[in-house]
């Protein structure tokens, strides 16, 4: 995807930017294709998993063709995570005591959050990449022991004097390194820098603190 500049838009009109438009719409097509897949499938294993006594039922998903036939429902649960609803998950009566549902309500409840927490998962996921998509391809990275440190508290959101507080080294030099960090990673703003880390293997955020990886023996401090 070509890279949008503040100063291309002086003089440009809307048609300049078809292509650029055109791109992102792809893009999120394809996204909205890989989760709504995604999607289709977790259901599918819910029903398999649970021998058919709960099912989930995503938004916009249509319930009559959620099922092939008619689904009976003892108690239903919302699946979502954090401030995101995703849908929800229909228990079904226990054929021995149709008061009762299928599933232990505190199974059933665990089930939804999971199902909620992978779906916001996989949906971080493809945002991430989403946004990686406009970064430019990088050869494997090489950084210091000092640039990974560096590194790694910008990717935690540790501002430069924290940087330089936490490292004991003064503001300036944190700034050195970080300007070449950014031409390592191959972005213009330190914004990117996670994205790029991320994109490299250098980052990710179930990393506990400290492991910043490296893809290749680094040399240096």
């Given at each position: 995807?070509?890279?949008?500049?503040s100063?291309?838009?002086?003089?440009?009109s809307?048609?300049d930017?078809?292509?650029l438009?055109?791109?992102?719409?792809?893009?999120?097509q394809?996204?909205?294709?890989q989760?709504?897949q995604?999607g289709?499938d977790?259901?599918?294993?819910?029903?398999?998993?649970t021998q058919?006594?709960?099912?989930?039922?995503?938004?916009?998903?249509d319930?009559s063709a959620?099922s092939?036939?008619?689904?009976?429902?003892?108690?239903?649960f919302p699946?979502q995570?954090?401030?995101r609803?995703?849908?929800r998950l229909?228990?079904?009566?226990?054929p021995?005591h149709?008061g009762s549902?299928?599933l232990?309500?505190?199974?059933a409840?665990?089930l939804?959050?999971t199902?909620g927490?992978?779906?916001?998962?996989?949906?971080?996921?493809?945002?991430?990449?989403?946004?990686?998509q406009?970064?430019?391809?990088q050869d494997?990275?090489q950084?210091?022991?000092?640039?990974?440190?560096v590194?790694?508290?910008i990717?935690?959101?540790?501002?430069?004097?924290?940087i330089?507080?936490?490292?004991s080294?003064?503001?300036?030099?944190?700034d050195?390194?970080r300007k070449?960090?950014c031409?390592?990673?191959?972005v213009?703003?330190?914004?990117?820098?996670p994205?790029?880390?991320?994109r490299?293997?250098?980052?990710?955020?179930l990393?506990?603190p400290?492991?910043?990886s490296?893809?290749?023996?680094?040399?240096?401090?």
């Open positions: 995807m070509q890279a949008l500049k100063s291309d838009t002086t003089g440009s809307l048609e930017f078809t292509q438009i055109v791109d992102l719409l792809s893009l999120g394809t996204l909205y294709q989760l709504h995604v289709e977790l259901c599918q294993q819910i029903m398999r998993a058919g006594n709960a099912r989930l039922l995503l938004l916009g998903q319930s959620a092939p036939a008619s689904f009976p429902i003892s108690v239903s699946v995570f954090r401030h609803t995703y849908g229909d228990i079904a009566p226990d021995e149709p549902p299928a232990p309500l505190p199974v409840q665990l939804a959050h199902c927490s992978l779906l916001y998962t996989l949906e971080l996921t493809a945002f991430i990449e989403g946004q990686c406009r970064l430019e391809r494997a990275v950084l210091t022991k000092r640039e990974r440190e590194l790694e508290l990717c935690r959101g540790c501002s430069q004097q924290a330089a507080t936490q490292l080294i003064a503001p300036a030099t944190v050195t390194h070449r960090i031409e390592k990673l191959g213009h703003s330190e914004r990117d820098i994205l790029a880390a991320y490299a293997g250098l980052f990710s955020i990393d506990e400290g492991t910043v490296s893809v290749l023996p680094m040399g240096g401090t």
